[in-house]
């Protein structure tokens, strides 16, 4: 299909992007790296009038200062496997990002792309919910920040006002008794996940034993979600290993697939994704614990 005719402006700034989101309304779009709102173009299923290029708007590389890493909101999916920064920084998104769409999807698509479309399957979105990150968000006021955890909305929304653009993400950086996990289901290599899970355990400072756990998921509901604390606290003080471990881990991963009310759809039952789940964060709960820990998964 070809796209219905638009206007095309590229904004120089973030500025300059907002003043002409604001006075382009309902009928102007922000493109990135298009490879959302191209495909959405192309199959009639979004009709702006305007579309704003941000691409000249920021030449910025990852940075990272006090304990945060900084990823302007261009920072391409091939940036995130391999930059060094990101890879010490947060090891997590290094990982989920191999699992984002192929090649030339991963040469183009921004980070700040991803978390605006907001799609229910995204690895990016469910790493942001993991880690805790916040998104510096400008719009004709200035700039504001949204914790990931306020973001997303329901399928493809977030609570960005019509005229707010992301600007920046950020992540804060691993700490030395952190591991991290990112599991994934897909059907074909490059598919959307079906469901995908990102965890991370932080250890006691004296011993092997679990301080804290985040873990969030993908393609479970409407939008990336984060697992209730309270279901993680019972790993509290517990060590991941052996037959105990094991219990503890798959334990915690059954209370939150109960809790899920997964979508039925013509890629998985709701009862296939609840199952898949649980086993995707047992098995990330272990490899995160296991890499905390310093030893082999
Ligand atoms: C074949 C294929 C496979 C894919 N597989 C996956 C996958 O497995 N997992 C996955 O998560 N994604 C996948 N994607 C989508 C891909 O990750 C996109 O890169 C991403 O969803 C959007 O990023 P983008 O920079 O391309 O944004 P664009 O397509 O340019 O924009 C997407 C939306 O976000 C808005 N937007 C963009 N940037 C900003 C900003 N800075 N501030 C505010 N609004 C903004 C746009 O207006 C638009 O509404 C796939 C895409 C394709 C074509």
Known sequence: M????????????????????????????????????????????????????????????????????????????????????????????AEAAWHVGNVRVRNRGTVGGSLAHADPTSEIGSCALATGAQVVVRGPDGDRTVPASELFVSYWTTALAPSEIITDVLIPVRRPRQGWSFQEMV??????????????????????????????????????????????????????????????????AARIADRLEPPDDVYASARYRRRLARVLTARALREAYARAAGAPA
């Open 187 to 252: 059907r074909r290599t490059s598919d959307f996940a079906i469901v995908a899970v990102a965890a991370l355990v932080e250890l006691d400072e004296r011993a092997a034993t679990i301080a804290g756990t985040r873990v969030a998921l993908a393609g479970v509901a409407d939008r990336v979600t984060l697992a209730d604390p309270e279901l993680l606290a019972g790993l509290a003080g517990c060590a991941l290993t052996g037959g105990t471990g094991d219990e503890a881990a798959n334990a915690v």
């Open 2 to 93: 070809v796209a219905p005719a638009f206007e095309y402006v590229a904004a120089d700034s973030y500025d300059e992007a907002v003043r002409l989101l604001a006075d382009g309304g309902d009928e102007a779009k922000i493109l990135a790296g298009g490879q959302s709102l191209m495909p959405m173009l192309n199959l009639r299923l979004v009709r702006p009038e305007l579309l704003i290029d941000i691409n000249m708007a920021d030449d910025r590389q990852p940075s990272v200062t006090g304990g945060l890493l900084r990823l302007p909101a261009l920072t391409r999916h091939r940036v995130l496997l391999e930059h060094d920064l990101v890879r010490r920084g947060c090891p997590l998104l």
